[in-house]
């Protein structure tokens, strides 16, 4: 079965701590993002990445990081640097290189930071 | 600033009659819109998208139409369904970035 597998459903850290979220898919899917969710903001872009060992800043990027060493996966970092990091995350991913097509979600982890 | 315009946060239809979910945009180099549904601590999951060379796709109960003068798109329900009841989001793309920027969602609820 393919898809896009976020790890885990949900997540408590303490304040100040470093989290990483786990997004992987199987796809084959060269671009993937990664978006937060808070109440009444929409989905807001955090990173995106066009291709492996390649990432962008979304309108959101400042307190997280990303890697993209392989195509399947794009783990997101949380760091202390994050004012308000309780939110719902949600990754994605989407055939990319520019082609016309929906991008198909995780089912998100909600991280809580006591 | 907000690129992506859902000015409605929330619709309320009776079963059976049209919903009509509206999206503003501000950036003329978009060219791919979508629209997603959206249940409570889910992903959320395509419903229909549109490119720019059309003004409107339909798809079963489904119908978006584009009107690129005016930076609009909608979408349309017809007839509503009691399981249609969640929040949709508009989504916007331009060729070659990758880039995906979702609107702020509207919660529609179907009532009997």
């Known amino acids: 079965d393919g898809g896009i597998t976020q790890s885990p459903k949900y997540l408590f850290r303490k304040e100040g701590q470093n989290v990483t979220l786990s997004c992987e898919q199987n796809?084959?899917?060269?671009?993937m993002y990664w978006y937060r969710q808070d109440p009444g903001q929409g989905l807001r872009l955090i990173y995106y990445?066009?291709?492996?060992?390649?990432?962008q800043k979304g309108d959101i990027a400042e307190g997280y990081s990303v890697s993209r060493e392989k195509k399947e996966s794009f783990p997101l970092t949380v760091t202390s640097a994050q004012k308000n990091p309780t939110a719902f995350y949600l990754c994605?991913?989407?055939?990319?290189?520019?082609?016309?097509?929906?991008?198909?979600f995780g089912q998100g982890t909600r991280l809580t930071v006591v | 600033d907000q690129q992506v315009k859902q000015n409605s946060p929330s619709l309320s239809v009776q079963e059976g009659r049209i919903s009509i979910l509206n999206c503003d945009y501000t950036?003329?180099?978009?060219?791919?819109f979508l629209w997603y549904k959206k249940y409570p601590a889910e992903g959320p999951t395509f419903l229909i998208s549109?490119?720019?060379?059309?003004d409107k796709n339909e798809d079963g109960r489904f119908t978006v139409f584009l009107n690129k003068s005016a930076k609009h798109l909608s979408l349309h329900i017809v007839p509503s369904q009691p399981g249609d009841s969640a929040v949709y989001f508009c989504?916007?793309?331009?060729?070659?970035?990758?880039?995906?920027?979702f609107g702020t969602g509207t919660r529609l609820q179907v009532f009997p």
């Open positions: 990445s066009q291709i492996v060992n390649d990432f």
């Open positions: 989504a916007a793309s331009a060729t070659n970035t990758d880039k995906l920027i």
């Open positions: 994605a991913s989407s055939i990319g290189l520019g082609m016309w097509t929906e991008a198909f």
């Open positions: 950036n003329s180099m978009f060219d791919y």
């Open positions: 549109i490119s720019s060379i059309k």
């Open positions: 796809l084959n899917h060269d671009a």
